[in-house]
């Protein structure tokens, strides 16, 4: 069959409906997904299903738009298809679906959600389930991921009284562009899994509350389409996952310069992406049994190699001699995403670079990897020690991101000697349990949040928030409880207070 | 409608008994409310309950007396009612309400109540769930709320034997007045929630046990009424929020200091009411759902600006040159309440203030503030070193509050430095179960731990309370567990020790 | 009615069965209890239930011996009674002392019976409430009594290899006697609580073992029927709370030299017993509801009162400078039970004790205690520092009384310089459990337990237990978690690993 | 009964079918167990039920093959008997092991396994109770043995960015022999437990892997049949519990140096096996109620008696001295195993051992012993300053095992200094819930963990991971939570998020 310019008629495509023969229509294009079937990572059944005919509206949200041309062949792209010919599919409304209308029918008002973490509370009830496990899932044991937000409780503050506080301005400049607070929406991928608007419901958002939005390499809506939705003059950023190819990459790069983007973030923790096991347990339901079986009983492990196809473009040689190279093509600042040691941010600052982000990935790339935060404080004293550097720091400026949910974990990195922070999963979740309104809302939250916090911690603006403001000499601390003695505790009879009467 | 002096006839009154035009009654006044309405932070519905009609049994437990007065125009003060016009409310009994009269009646007698924790429980049972709701609540996650009672757990008694304790003796001496313990009971807010008598029930206790009472701003009975209730002689002191306008702070002052106040609190840990988000939840369930959907609609959050009308008089502007013109409008002692590290504590000293009270506001306002126990240990440190200061002291007094529940914690307190320990909570919860009688077991059961326990501890008079009886090593250990291990925790099987058998 | 020679017939003691005139029967004797009915810790029911009938059966098992002659002023004594003319008093079995019976019945044999633990989870099931409550509980919120246990979790072994150990052995001497194991019974009141025989089965039990038993103060068995009991040459300690009369004193002394008692230890951590709520709060269910009614709203605290009344013997004035006086009545060797920091201990030193039984009266007296074994690290830095010492040290001696469950605990003990460790619940559980042979098999389990774990440890007998075989340097760590943050955790899902299929 | 050449016919061993002469075959032989029953360790009953029959099925899982033998005098060993003519033993399906295999086939399909702990929460599934048991249990409160894995999590990771991670290597050497992993299958007992092949499921898997196994002195197959099955060239180590008797030492280690084993791993931590109360309990339950009640009111502890049996052949007066008669006797490296602090690890460094093993034998032994990652950091550190070395170091190897669950647990100890990590129990919950395919996955699960967390790190080959690859300063800390106060916990209402609201 050959990619020729006449449209195919949706018969045509119909008639290979088999695991023999399976084509999709994806966009109007139609691909023959024959020899593809044990690669994908979602599992042959979900394909099959869709086997001659169109499964654009089920391919939209769960994967980036170039995922298909990107995985196939160019032979096996098959051209275009007179979509007038093709049937529609029927949409079965299964009870597990309905029952998911229906939370999302019980959602409390938009008004009653106070921070951010009820975004995710109402997210995790009525998103897709296996939307949910792609967002939230993370690596190994998960342990890094929630010490993220574990870190921040190991700080503590010290607030300063009897300033006047009328006017508070937690207003900031990242990277030389102006931000109405030290935080920015930071790269995540796939954002149609919670809403069909995806990402444009982040730039949206960041529009109306001035702040900057980090677009993502693996976009579900493709960078044109976010950059076309900015109001004139927003500021945005980018974060770049480097391509094997570096003549893709360089085209990337400098068409993002070109549409006017203010900062390159170049991710330098995933020369491999992340084994996510919930993400992957999750899919396991969505397999066919026989062909779980047959795969478990060969031997045969399709989910890892699926999951390195998807990962497959991403640069494991990527090195600091790079680093030179991508000077060269653009004058965007740079700044590597997912340093994790004063040595490696201190090498950046040599080479040049604009700034770092002390971040592990959210916790989906190596368990036990610390936090950001953590990574922050070596990082501030051996700058200082090493290079006479001090912070928040115009010329190198520190990143950090990972289990951020109130504004005063913001505070607390900027004390410390952040310039600003990133925040994803949160906002993920605000679209995914209220649309666009939900983002706003979170934005507003957090707005509030700060207000009240500087007012409370005694600082009028950025950069009235000082070190001395924070205790966070317990931040290295790692402590894990001495395994329990289960024969003394169940014999310890649990003191119990004043209780009610039972009626006489 | 005029202010003019004509009373009003409940059946005028009663034809604005909606939306478009509601008028209430409290303390026989008419008032307009009905712009107010959207502005209210318990809800429009509440109020719209009693349109037209007498609010005031409603309206005193749950807001200071002044609360409306203050927050309307004058031009919707509309004047006297002739209250025998008015119809009665009738007040119809709720299900719900049923269910907590049984829970009242079903209370263990008080001679049962063992300790602090147990007026919680029982509390916690028989109050009004807003009431609740209110006196518990804290800011954001209320870690801090917590952490005020766990950090007294990081400090443990080094006890000396062999003393003769056969006489024991903890009174004490707190800003030149007598009292015979060393703590104080604490200002809070709305005291009438619990009990119709409200504060009036610590001012009683507080001369029976030979204590001092702090009189709150925020009181919910006036306060001439508390200071009318006082005995003879009986020591009080009083808490004050700053109001923008200095003019009537310093008639409160000076009021105050006419009527004998004996010590001036000035609160400078809130130049903006915490958000208590237990409590704001609390709101939503009053909340009529048309007006919620509404709320939530429009995208107009109420709750917000509600909240902030409540605290709108305190002045977020009051500064440390605010308190030169203090000393020259009282000769009270004056004291800063909410300090919250040892460089405000040294500025307070060095501004000739009479003492500090290291407290986070019960961990209401800022949450991660640390414990007034552990800022407690960094203020004697650092007067010592700077100033040459030793604690306890007669010319600068430390107080601490926050987390208080056993007479050994005031013990730990003293023998750190503190003059004093202020108690709130437990003492409404006290009244809140018990009425007077609550607030009367609860300092004689204080009395009882402290005779116990500074027999125990060796220690004859508060000055045998020495540092060297403690040992706070760790009271700056902030630790976190790292995120347990769920997959291997699961694995594990806990031991199971020698059971029964059952029947054979 | 006079205290004279004439036996009292049963059925003049008949009369006098109301609260008006209460008479009951004590083994063979007559006393007025009216007066003393509102001061009786277990409440007037369960004595008006005996009034004009024998008591013996009921009081033997939760009093000490005297109790009654004590608390009773000689005018009450009535003299004695004809027992032949007393009516037998029927024991009515109830519906809740059938269930406990029958848990009696479905105890595991004494075989499957592994470790100490296990004992108390027999004793918790097959144990009368009140007992139970007696034993097991501690003062205030039981955080001391804990801690004992849980400090020994904070001791990790060194252990060393490749020692030839086929023999070992781990008898030792205390204060010059014998013993073969590092541990003795220590004291604990009201042994018959738990079995009929109460202290005696630790008598026999020390004799089979070759081990010591402190006797009580406060035994069910008077001080001349445990002597009796003990096997020709068997050793014996005995615990002594010095009264205020100290002639009582100098008898109770006297009398046990005489009889052969090997260790004086004075009692110093107890100048007042410490309230036990659970305890406590199991005495309210035993009282009669009007009784209680009436006690809640007259506002007398009878429990108080009563709790005085049993401990009031006891000398609150005890001080350092009776120790002279305590040398001049006796030669034994005398030992301060009860210290809880170095100062003490030093002092105890250069008065010229034998040693210090480093304890906390198994948490019942001061909360936040530290544990003895905690102690013990700091008592001998500073006695070799301040006095040159070495422990263990034959002349001044110590010991660590609490938390002990395993043969490890009093290794770590002994590594870190005590002479012998203290055991108490733990026997009083395995009597209550199963009788004399319970405490047998404790015994063997101990036994074997060292045997195991010296060869484990590479010590071949008590000298080769040296301090660099632990690693206490956590010993002083007391953390309290940070609270946790409920609705991050709330969010959180936990890891979910492989589980079976349901059936297809 | 003479143990001649004649074979006995099954008839004649049928008679000897009571307590009072019990018979049994086991692998063609006939054994006189009569005066046995009493010592056995898995109880009398289980032993009668095979009275006069052939008992093979059921011996070999759960024995060393020589442990009849071993245990039985030679007078007892009655010689062959023609299988021909004894009945065959009629297997009986319980309830339970219907249940059992219906688990069984509820297993996920091997695909569906992604780490280590699935294969143990499907063993724990799926196998016998009593391997379930024997396997998973350690010593007194297993608190040594969760500590294994628990050290781990209190070490955190330093990951380096930017390096060309295309390729990553993670083979090694281990004493000399090439091995694709740096971790090797340490030796566990009795492994038909868990599968009818036993040992031989981990020879093959080692063999395809290129790993090398540890053979155990206590395996279920016979150290020939495991040589055997070995492929040409498969490089094997060999554990040796050292006899009281030399001269069998002699034959097993010289045997072994022959058969081509290159390390020899005496077991050093073992002078006597460990209680594991878990497996004790376990057998209880095998026990005929009425056997178990004869035990228990005749005090008679056969338990103890039977666990020291199986042990008795374990020389504890094993010690220094005795190594210069082993390389007197090989050639063969000889390594500690069960080294658990540096001052061993010197003196056999001293001595002239290859290397040690720092282990605490799973937890197995004594409680309350260190992790060994725990004691690699002080063996590195005084080894270092005492001595010189540096680690990894080629001519005295440290190796660690205990608790290993993750590629990431390895690379911990491998950038703290280690040579290898033995893993033991996993493997044997691999084969036990999958057979011979279980074992496979496993390390291709592991391989993969390795490719991810080597690139994660910026490791290319196992000489890059560094020590400052890791964040070890929290390893000495074994904190236990200050004890929870109750009262105060459950008057603390936990916050609640936003909810779904019930259908209105």
Redesign the interface.
């Known amino acids: 069959m050959s990619n020729t310019g006449r449209a195919l008629s949706g018969k045509e495509v119909a008639e290979h409906n088999s695991r023999e023969s399976c084509w999709i229509i994806v966009h109007g294009k139609v691909y023959d997904v024959t020899d593809f079937l044990d690669d994908h990572p979602g599992g042959s059944k979900i394909i099959l299903k869709y086997a001659g005919k169109d499964a654009t509206r089920e391919y939209d949200p769960i994967h980036p738009p170039d995922a298909i041309t990107t995985n196939l062949k160019p032979d096996k792209h098959l051209g275009s298809v007179d979509l007038s010919t093709v049937e529609k599919v029927e949409v079965k409304i299964t009870d597990e679906e309905r029952a998911r209308q ?2 999302i029918a ?10 951010l ?6 997210a ?2 009525v998103m897709h389930e296996k939307a949910w496990a792609y967002y ?1 899932s993370a690596a ?4 890094t ?3 993220n ?3 921040f ?14 006017k508070v301005d937690w207003s900031t400049t990242i990277l030389g562009q102006k931000s109405k607070m030290p935080l920015y929406i930071t790269a995540t991928a796939l954002g149609k899994l919670g809403h069909p608007d995806g990402e444009l419901n982040l730039t949206r958002a960041a529009a109306k509350h001035g702040i900057i939005q980090m677009i993502p390499t693996l976009a579900s809506c493709s960078f044109d389409e976010i950059m076309d939705a900015a109001e004139p003059g927003q500021v945005q950023f980018f974060q770049l996952y480097v391509n094997k190819d570096r003549e893709i990459t360089k085209r990337i790069v400098q068409h993002a310069e070109k549409r006017g983007i203010k900062g390159l973030f170049i991710t ?5 992406l ?2 996510r ?2 993400d ?2 999750q899919k ?1 339901d969505a397999e066919d ?1 026989s062909e ?2 047959k ?3 060969d ?6 190699g699926a999951a390195r196809a998807i990962s497959s473009f991403i640069d ?5 001699s ?2 030179k190279w991508f000077k060269s093509i653009t004058k965007m600042p740079l700044i ?1 995403k ?4 004063w ?2 941010a201190l ?1 950046a600052y040599d080479t040049g670079m604009a700034g770092v982000v002390l971040s592990n990935h959210g916790g989906r ?6 936090s950001g935060i953590e990574v922050l404080v070596e990082v501030v004293t051996n700058l200082k020690e090493k290079r006479g550097l001090s912070f928040p720091n115009e010329r190198f400026q520190l990143f950090v991101d990972g289990g951020v ?2 504004a ?1 974990d913001v505070i ?1 990195a900027v004390a410390l000697g952040a310039t600003a922070v990133g925040v994803g999963r949160p906002f993920l979740y605000a679209y995914s349990s209220y649309g666009p ?1 939900g983002v ?2 979170a934005l ?1 939250i957090l707005n ?2 700060f ?3 500087m ?3 005694g600082a009028r603006n950025i950069e009235e928030i000082v070190p ?1 403001m924070v ?1 966070a ?2 931040i ?8 329990s ?4 505790e ?15």
Chains 1, 2, 3, 4 share one sequence.
């Open positions: 229906a939370r019980a959602r409390p008002p938009l008004s009653e959600i106070l921070n973490h009820d975004f995710e509370a109402i995790k009830d939230s190994d044991d998960e342990i991921n929630r010490e937000h574990a870190a409780h190991r700080i503590w503050f010290r607030p300063r009284i009897l300033r006047n506080v009328i330098v923790d995933a020369p491999q992340g084994r096991e919930k992957m347990r396991f049994p779980v079986s795969a478990g009983s031997g045969v492990d399709r989910s890892q494991p040689g990527l090195n600091w790079d680093l590597l997912g340093v994790q040691c040595e490696d090498e790339q190596l368990d036990f990897a610390r949910r109130r005063t607390k309104e706003d809302k507003t509030d949040e207000e009240m916090n007012r409370l911690l001395e205790d000499s317990n290295h601390l790692h402590t894990v409880a001495v395994p003695d289960n024969l003394y169940s014999n310890y009879e649990r003191l119990q207070g004043a209780r009610l009467r039972t009626k006489l």
